[in-house]
């Protein structure tokens, strides 16, 4: 993947991630900084925190006392943690739901 492709899939998963976060403004509040989102919640301590790596090409993901590292994969045309085989919207749906006791999807 290029610089140019690597910038355009990130900034369109950050657009979908702040979506549904402006959609759960009651329970969650969300800081935004050049590639990072640090998102925190209400009613729990919990922190989750999005952030981009540009010179590796990557997408890290870090909350419920663990961290991810999420690659494009063009083949399942999604971010891809490779280590734990799970997809980028899977797991920060899983995260929210856990910390939220909602049912959150993207």
């Known amino acids: 993947m290029g610089e140019k492709d690597y ?4 900034k369109e998963l950050f657009a979908r991630v702040e979506k549904t976060l402006d959609e759960l403004e009651e329970e969650v509040d969300y800081h935004k900084s050049d590639g990072k989102l640090d998102i ?19 997408i890290w993901l870090a909350g419920l006392g663990k961290a991810r590292h999420f690659v494009y994969r063009q083949d399942k045309q ?29």
């Open 78 to 106: 999604c971010w891809y943690a490779e280590a734990e085989q799970e997809e980028f919207y899977d797991t920060l749906s899983q995260m929210l739901n856990t910390i939220l006791n909602l049912k959150v999807t993207f």
């Open 7 to 10: 910038h355009r899939l990130a």
């Open 40 to 58: 925190c919640f209400e009613n729990s301590p919990e922190r989750v925190v999005l952030n981009t790596q540009r010179a590796i090409f990557e």
